[in-house]
C-alpha cells in the first residue's frame, strides 16, 4: 500500500511525462503547419512564374487545407498541454503543503477576516500561516466564499441535531471525496484554467445575469412576432441578393430588404445590446466551467451530500453539462459579431444580433434560474475538495464523533494541525462540559496559547465537517469565542487593556446569547493571560469574576494565566474547574520545553531565567543595587 505522498508523486511524474510528451508533438505539429505553409507559398510562386499545369491549383487547396487542419490540432494539442501542467501543479502544491511550504501559497483568505469575528483572528482561520491558506484548493471565488463561511461558522443550521447531521453529511462527503486524487486534480486543473488568473474568477455576475427576468430600455421580453422578422427579413435579402446574381431582378433590390434589416436592428438595439455584452463579457470561460459541472455531473458519487449536489444539476430538466454547453454556442455566434466584415454586411443582412438575442432569451427563461443551484453545487464541490485533500495528506487525523445527548470536549492526542508534524507534541484534553472549565498555568513559551488554539482551531474543523488533529476527538455542537490577541489602536486611541476589555466583553455576550437558545448549542470559551493589562490584585478579582459569570451561563472551556491565585478555584469548584499546567526543564544555563501537559498547578517560573539568557541579568542587577 502507497501513501498520499507515494500517489502525488506517481501522479506528478505521469502529468510531467504526459507534458513532455505533448510538448513534443506541438512542435513537431508547429514544423508541419511551417512545412505547409511554406509549400502553399512556393507552389503559389511556381505557378505564377513558371509554366505550371492548373492541376497545381489542387496542391495549393491541399497544402491549405493541411495548414488549417494543423491549425486546429495544434491548438488542441495546447489545450492538453495547459491541461497535463495544470495537473502537475495540483500535485505539486499538494506535496508542498506535506513538506510545510504551503505558507508561501497565495490564497490567504484575507478578504474574508473580519476583525469582529468571536475567534477567526485568534485562532488564524484567516491570513497568512492560516487554516484557510492550508486548507484551500478552490478555483473560484464562489468556491472560496463557500469555504470561508464554513471556517467561520457562518449559516449552520438551527438545531443541535441539525447540526450533528449537517456535519456528519459534510464527513460522509469528505471522506468520499479524499480518496478520488484523479477527480480532485480534474476539477483543480479546469479551474486553474478559468481566466483572470490574477484573482480567481467570479461566476456570480453571471449567475445574476442569467437569473435575472430579462430587462432593457423598453422592458419586458422581446416579443414573439420578431422570430417571424428575423426569418422572412433574411430570407428576403439573400433572395433577392441571389435572384440579382441571375439576372431575374434588378441587382440592387436586395438593399430593400437589407435596410428594412438595418433599421429594426437599430431600433432594437438598445434592448438586445446589453444583453449580447453580458453574455459575451461576463462569461467568456463558459466551456472551462461547463467542464468542472460535467465532473461532479458524471461521477459516480456514494455521499448523500453529494448527491443532493448531483441533483441540482438537472434543477431545469435538463443536465447542467448539456444546458452550458448550449450556452457556450449561443456565446461563441455572439462572439462572431466581432469580425469586421462580418459585423457591417453579413450579421446586419441575416440579422444575427436579433437571432442572438432570442436565443440568449430562451436560454435564460429555461435555465437561467437553475444557473444558480449549478454554481452553488459546483462552489460545494470545491470547499468539500478543498477539506478532502487536507484528509487525503493527512491520514492520521480523526474524523471527530459528534455528540447531541451532551455538551462535550474530549480528545485523545490533540495537537495543533498548523504546526509541522515534525514539532508537533500532542496532549489528551477533556472540557467535561457546561459549566466546566481548565486553568493552565505554565511559564513562558510553555505552550499555554498553543494548546487553547489547538482547542479552538480543531472546532473549527470539526464543525466545518473535516478531520481534526488528534487521534480521536468526542465533540458536540460547541459555538467558539475567544479572547487572545490583543492590541491597541492608535486611530480608535483605544489602549491594550480597554481592547481586551471589549473582547471579554463580546465572550460574555456570546455566553449568555447562546445559554438562552439551547439550540446553539454551548459555548466554548478560550482566554489567553486574561486581563494581564492590570495590577496583580485587579487582575485576579477580574479575572475569578469574568470566569465564574462564563461558568454560571453554562459555557465550558479554557483560560491561561500567570495568577497562580487562579488555580484555587479548583479547590472552591472541585466539580467544574480543574488545573493543568506546561513546565520548562533546565540543566545549567539551558531551558528547554517538553510542551506536555500535567495536573495542577505548576510550581515554577522561568521568567528571570528568559532574562537572563538574552542578556537581561535582572537578579545581579538587583544584588548590585
Known amino acids: 500500500m502507497t501513501g498520499p505522498r507515494e500517489k502525488h508523486e506517481a501522479a506528478l511524474a505521469a502529468r510531467r511525462a504526459g507534458a513532455e510528451a505533448l510538448e513534443s508533438k506541438a512542435r513537431a505539429i ?61 500535485h505539486e502544491r499538494a506535496l508542498a503543503r506535506m513538506d510545510g511550504k504551503w505558507r508561501s501559497f497565495p490564497s490567504t483568505g484575507e478578504r474574508w477576516a473580519v476583525a469582529t469575528h468571536p475567534y477567526a483572528g485568534d485562532l488564524d482561520v484567516f491570513g497568512r500561516a492560516s487554516l484557510f491558506q492550508r486548507l484551500d484548493a478552490t478555483s ?70 442569467a437569473g435575472q427576468a430579462q430587462t432593457s430600455a423598453g422592458g419586458g421580453r422581446l416579443p414573439g412576432a420578431l422570430r417571424v422578422v428575423a426569418l422572412v427579413v433574411p430570407l428576403a435579402t439573400v433572395g433577392a441578393l441571389i435572384a440579382g446574381g441571375m439576372g431575374l431582378v434588378h441587382r440592387m433590390l436586395f438593399l430593400l430588404p437589407f435596410a428594412v434589416s438595418v433599421s429594426i436592428l437599430a431600433a432594437l438595439r438598445a434592448r438586445i445590446q446589453p444583453s449580447l455584452e453580458a453574455a459575451s463579457s461576463k462569461e467568456s470561460a463558459l466551456s472551462r466551467y461547463g467542464g468542472m459541472l460535467r465532473l461532479l455531473e458524471d461521477e459516480e458519487l456514494e455521499a448523500p451530500l453529494l448527491v443532493g449536489l448531483q441533483k441540482r444539476l438537472k434543477e431545469s430538466g435538463a443536465s447542467a453539462t448539456r444546458e452550458m454547453a448550449a450556452l457556450s454556442r449561443i456565446v461563441g455566434f455572439v462572439d462572431a459579431r466581432h469580425n469586421e466584415v462580418f459585423r457591417f454586411f453579413i450579421g446586419p443582412a441575416l440579422m444575427w444580433d436579433l437571432w442572438c438575442a432570442l436565443a440568449l432569451e430562451g436560454w435564460r427563461a429555461r435555465a437561467g434560474k437553475a444557473a444558480f443551484g449549478w454554481f452553488r453545487a459546483l ?18 487525523h ?14 485523545e492526542a490533540l495537537g ?121 490584585r485587579e487582575r485576579l478579582i477580574g479575572a475569578r469574576a469574568i470566569l465564574m459569570e462564563l461558568l454560571a451561563q453554562g459555557a465550558m472551556g479554557a483560560v491561561s494565566t500567570h495568577d497562580l491565585g487562579l488555580g484555587d478555584l479548583e479547590k472552591e469548584k472541585p466539580d467544574h474547574v480543574e488545573n493543568v499546567h506546561f513546565e520548562e526543564q533546565v540543566e545549567g544555563d539551558v531551558m528547554s520545553f517538553d510542551y506536555l501537559l500535567r495536573r495542577g498547578v505548576v510550581q515554577s517560573s522561568n521568567a528571570l531565567r528568559l532574562m537572563k539568557i538574552v542578556g537581561l541579568d535582572v537578579m545581579a542587577a538587583s544584588e548590585t543595587t
Open 398 to 411: 480523526a474524523f471527530p464523533e459528534i455528540v447531541t445527548d451532551r455538551a462535550l470536549f474530549e480528545a
Open 140 to 209: 473560484t471565488r464562489y468556491g472560496e466564499e463557500v469555504l470561508a463561511r464554513w471556517l467561520s461558522g457562518e449559516g449552520a443550521p438551527s438545531g443541535i441535531a441539525e447540526f450533528a447531521d449537517a456535519v456528519r453529511q459534510r464527513q460522509a462527503a469528505v471522506r468520499d471525496l479524499a480518496p478520488r486524487l484523479t477527480l480532485r486534480e480534474e476539477l483543480a486543473a479546469l479551474g486553474s484554467l478559468l481566466e483572470d488568473q490574477d484573482d480567481k474568477p467570479d461566476p456570480r455576475p453571471f449567475v445574476m445575469w
Open 379 to 396: 462552489a460545494e464541490l470545491e470547499a468539500l475538495a478543498s477539506i478532502a485533500g487536507f484528509a487525503f495528506e493527512n491520514p492520521d
Open 416 to 536: 495543533h494541525p498548523l504546526i509541522d508534524g515534525d514539532k508537533r507534541v500532542s496532549n489528551d484534553v477533556t472540557v467535561a462540559g457546561p459549566g466546566h472549565a481548565l486553568v493552565v498555568t505554565g511559564s513562558n513559551m510553555s505552550g499555554k496559547s498553543t494548546l487553547l488554539r489547538a482547542i479552538g482551531i480543531n472546532t473549527v474543523l470539526t464543525n466545518a465537517g473535516g478531520p481534526v488533529c488528534a487521534k480521536s476527538l468526542r465533540a458536540s455542537r460547541l459555538a467558539v469565542a475567544t479572547s487572545m490577541r490583543v492590541s491597541d489602536s492608535l486611530e480608535e486611541g483605544t489602549s491594550r487593556f480597554y481592547a481586551e476589555l471589549k473582547k471579554l466583553k463580546l465572550v460574555l455576550d456570546l455566553a449568555r446569547k447562546v445559554h438562552k437558545d439551547p439550540a446553539e448549542g454551548t459555548l466554548l470559551f478560550l482566554l489567553d493571560e486574561i486581563l494581564h493589562g492590570t495590577n496583580t
Open 30 to 90: 508547429g514544423n508541419g503547419r511551417l512545412v505547409a505553409a511554406l509549400g502553399a507559398i512556393g507552389l503559389i510562386g511556381a505557378i505564377a512564374f513558371a509554366d505550371m499545369p492548373r492541376q497545381a491549383w489542387l496542391g495549393v487547396v491541399a497544402l491549405v487545407l493541411t495548414f488549417a487542419t494543423l491549425v486546429v490540432v495544434h491548438a488542441r494539442v495546447h489545450a492538453q498541454k495547459d491541461k497535463a501542467t495544470a495537473a502537475m501543479r495540483f
